[in-house]
């Protein structure tokens, strides 16, 4: 068992103030074997690549702080305390348009996260 406190997350600090961080919080190091995880800190004006998997799904939490997740094309505003459910194939980026960090956790099936991210350009 592992338990996720968003308000460590929350309070995390930067190790490289003004840029993304995305570490995986949940691995084989967990035992997990088919469920990966990552906390994601978006700095503003940063973004998350438009994007699919072709065989994870994701479910994304949004902690603290407020951004854009474009799915397909669609814009959605995705805030702290709301949760987005995709698809695997499902094409999607996550912007941060405001003046605040955003900060979420991620949890999908297929780990590992490199092995399935397809860039759109």
């Given amino acids: 068992m592992k338990i996720f406190k968003a308000e ?3 309070n995390m600090e930067n190790p490289d103030p003004g840029k993304p961080y995305r570490p995986e919080v ?5 035992n997990a ?4 995880g990552i906390f994601g800190l978006l700095v503003p004006g940063s973004q998350v690549p438009y994007h ?7 479910v994304i ?3 603290s702080g407020e951004a854009v997740e ?9 805030k702290a305390g709301d949760i987005i459910y995709l698809n695997a194939g499902e094409k999607h980026m996550t912007v941060n348009r405001s003046y605040n960090d955003f900060r979420y956790l991620e949890f999908y099936t297929c ?3 490199k092995a399935d991210f397809i860039e759109v350009n």
């Fill in 8 to 10: 460590e997350y929350i």
């Fill in 26 to 30: 949940l691995t084989d190091k967990d």
């Fill in 33 to 36: 074997k088919d469920l990966g």
């Fill in 52 to 58: 699919y998997h072709k065989n994870r799904e994701s």
């Fill in 61 to 63: 939490i949004a902690i």
């Fill in 70 to 78: 474009i799915v397909e094309g669609e814009e959605i505003l995705f």
């Fill in 111 to 113: 780990p590992p996260v």
